[in-house]
């Protein structure tokens, strides 16, 4: 499966932003699907993950209670959608597929063998 993440710009503080990760070339339903992001200077971190079926879901304490992560299987999607956007968001953010069981679900980025290109945001203070 190729993954590819856009929807990315510059925003101000406080603003939402959705990114998109469109998969090609596989069943969608087949992975579970993590959004990870890399600051300039500063090491890969996790933001969020879906199941495959997209009951079960986890983010970051960072950004618990401002992210959201959903998915339609139908439309070969996964959304991100960022609220109450802070300069600490500042990031290139990407999406990556790992085939697992139904509802299961990992934070490490190292259980991800399928990795898009990212895609930039900036939110500016």
């Known amino acids: 499966v190729q993954l590819q993440a856009f929807g990315g710009g510059l925003v101000q503080t406080g603003d939402s932003l959705r990114l998109s990760c469109a998969a090609s070339?596989?069943?969608?339903?087949?992975?579970?699907i993590g959004w990870f992001r890399q600051a300039p200077g500063r090491e890969r971190e996790f933001v969020a993950t879906i199941s495959r079926g997209g009951r079960v879901t986890d983010y970051s304490g960072s950004v618990k209670g401002r992210f959201s992560i959903s998915r339609d299987n139908a439309k070969n999607t996964v959304w991100l959608q960022m609220n109450k956007l802070k300069p600490d968001d500042t990031a290139v953010y990407y999406c990556a597929g790992r085939t697992a069981v139904m509802g299961e679900i990992d934070w490490r980025a190292m259980a991800y063998g399928y990795w898009g290109q990212g895609t930039l945001v900036t939110v500016s203070s």
């Open positions: 070339g596989g069943t969608l339903s087949d992975y579970a």
